[in-house]
């Protein structure tokens, strides 16, 4: 295996850690009762109409939305020096549709559990336009890890990937394997203990505590118009306290022209008790900052439009309780030239 694909998948390792209280249950291993679901020698396995397809991660809604199947989510992470190119989205677009197709009524036969299968692509250095037209047309999420929100974060898996790499050009699959079980047992709730060369554990505690003590948690938003928002907040436990008290409350949402808007903030219009943090879509973006005459007319008009509210969906793991956290958006709390 290489870096590249390396750093990748210890990406969507921590991926799965930080956005864990969103509502999504790690599967790991293939559930007795799910006949499409298999563990084999690459790991978990998902069989599509056509095709078996392995899956790095892949989580289930803790609760099934009325009117439709329980919710699976494929999450999938590119970590590279060039944006995500259109060829990645349309690979996932395939994998959707050979595994939602994948049902076939037969008579006198057990009914077998059905799901809806979703995909969220993250990319360290954003996508393309072309991947972006692709990803809204067949509606796959897409989030944007590039900015500098996050380059604490890719810093530290390019050092990570250094050390275990130790300038090899590759390293050997069993390697990772044993690499990867340790991360995500460091990372989960999980008891049993795995075994690791010191060499490696060394530096993988090192990347773990970064993510747990300097990261914590992510969030995930979704807004009026459908766009996944990847919410970085200045500090989880402040945003959690306050959300929880006041489930539904009204939000400030400001950008700053230093970085052309690319960077918007959401604070409670009642007091400075949290900071969330999202780059606007792309599409978004540039109709705001690059077609329309008045940018600031606009950014308002496209904040009423997109986001009025804003839901965030929280999974206490201690309480063992779901919330549903309602940010709305009005322009009479507006302030300053950049709302």
Known sequence: MKKPQFKGYILEEILAYLIRTSGYKLITKAPSNDPDLNNKSNGLNLKGRGANHQIDV????NWIPAFNFPLR????????????DIGVVREQVGILADVNQNYFVIKNTEPKPRYRYTSVIFS?????EHAIDMAVAHQIQLADLSDEEYSGLREKITEFANNIFNNLEEIKKSIFHDIKKYVRNQ???????????NSYKNACNKLINFVKNDYKELFIGMNQGGFMLLLKAENPEKFIEYAIKNST???KINWKSIDNGKKWNIVPVDQESYKLTFKLPQKLHDWIFKTSKNKFDEAISQKEKHFSK??????NNSEGRDYVFNLKFNK???????D
């Not at 989510?73 to 995500?84: G, H, I, N, Q």
């Not at 360290?124 to 393309?128: D, E, K, N, P, Y």
């Not at 009479?332 to 950049?338: E, I, R």
């Open 73 to 84: 989510l494929m999450v999938e992470a590119k970590f590279c020096s060039k944006p995500t």
């Open 310 to 315: 804003i839901s965030i969906y929280y999974h």
């Open 124 to 128: 360290t250095s954003g996508f393309s």
């Open 249 to 251: 409350h009204n939000i």
């Open 58 to 61: 892949l989580g289930e809604l």
């Open 187 to 197: 990372l989960s709730i999980e008891t049993n203990n795995i075994e690791i060369n």
């Open 332 to 338: 009479k709390y507006l302030t300053g030239n950049n």
